[in-house]
């Protein structure tokens, strides 16, 4: 997850449509196929057994949190912002979101292990995981050994290690990393045969929702008092940016970084585990450590979803 300078650090170097949601696995009929900024990634049987070798639990215990952390001198004069905690708690409520939820584990440009979150959502290829921007493109370069772990958990990998065979983004991100428009999809390859939400489920998906909903958000947060052993949620109602500064929306959250890229799951059912994906943790403000923000999912991620559910 990111915080804010006027510029975009990592942790490591260092809307609107009329309301969509895709529920049943399909992309919208007619919809255009404008074909986003994309990278083939591990597109041959020897190229996924290379990544997923490559994933040992070692280096996976020892893969940093991409973080992106945005400063902005305004907050100051926001106390009761910059004051304001909700602390995550673990997810042990079980239903599909312990499944569909699910670690990101990569490499970046410079050869460095790092980790985000991501999220199953329903797609006509039954193949299709939802992160943020930066954790599959970072830094104007594209990410590498991209592998999704659903379910992990202290280490464990109750549904295996499954590996992308193509990363995309939205032209907002790949051209000016903006915020606003930080999210990424992963095509998954097949395992054994099998696709990955046939195997773990997935979650509807909206496009052109109404802002300032009540939503529940996942990730493995890895920094501070989390080790990114285990799933941890927060809820809440969001808002708008407090500083005016973008078009994302602010929740009450104190998840650090790895969670990036973990769901916002709107009309959430507890007991199910199942909600429709609405945005994902994408930054935070240096001076706002316990709000995350998450995109609004309007047209571009809509046309970025559409492309990539039917690879």
């Known amino acids: ?14 809307f609107l449509l009329a309301p969509l949601v ?46 992106l952390v945005t400063a902005h001198g305004s907050h100051a004069k926001l106390p009761s912002i910059a004051r304001a905690r909700t602390q995550g708690a673990p997810w042990t409520g ?37 992160t943020a921007g930066h954790c599959v493109r970072n830094g104007g370069q594209w990410n590498g050994a991209w592998a999704f772990v659903p379910g992990y958990h202290d280490g464990k990998r109750p549904y295996g290690t499954w590996v992308a065979n193509m990363l ?41 929702l109404s802002r300032g909903r009540q939503v529940a958000a996942f990730g493995y947060p890895a920094e501070g008092s989390y080790d990114g052993s285990k799933q941890i949620y927060c809820s809440g109602t969001v808002s708008a940016d407090t500083t005016g500064s973008s078009k994302d929306q602010a929740l009450a959250c104190d998840q650090t970084g790895g969670a990036s890229g973990g769901p916002w799951l709107t009309d ?23 709000y995350m923000y998450g995109p609004y999912f309007g047209s571009a991620v809509k046309d970025l979803y559409t492309w990539s559910a039917a690879q």
Request: aromatic share 6%; proline share 6%; net charge positive.
């Open 1 to 14: 997850m990111r915080s804010h300078p006027a510029i975009i650090a990592t942790a490591l170097v260092p």
């Open 268 to 290: 959430f059912d507890a007991k199910a585990g199942t909600g429709t994906q609405y945005s994902v943790n994408s930054f935070k403000y240096e001076d706002q450590p316990n």
């Open 94 to 130: 079980g239903g599909a979101i312990a499944k569909t939820l699910g670690r990101v584990f990569f490499t970046t440009n410079g050869g460095a292990a790092a980790s985000c979150s991501g999220d199953v959502v329903n797609a006509a290829n039954h193949s299709v995981v939802v």
């Open 168 to 208: 995309a983004t939205t032209p907002q991100w790949q051209s000016k990393e903006n915020t606003d428009y930080d999210v990424g999809m992963a095509v998954i390859a097949e395992r054994d045969g099998k696709r990955i939400a046939d195997t773990v489920g997935a979650q509807a998906i909206g496009f052109g």
């Open 22 to 67: 895709v529920a049943l696995g399909s992309a919208p009929a007619g919809a255009a196929r404008r074909r986003p900024p994309s990278h083939l990634a591990a597109t041959t049987t020897a190229a996924r057994r290379t990544a997923m070798s490559y994933w040992t639990p070692q280096r996976m215990r020892d893969a940093r949190p991409l973080d």
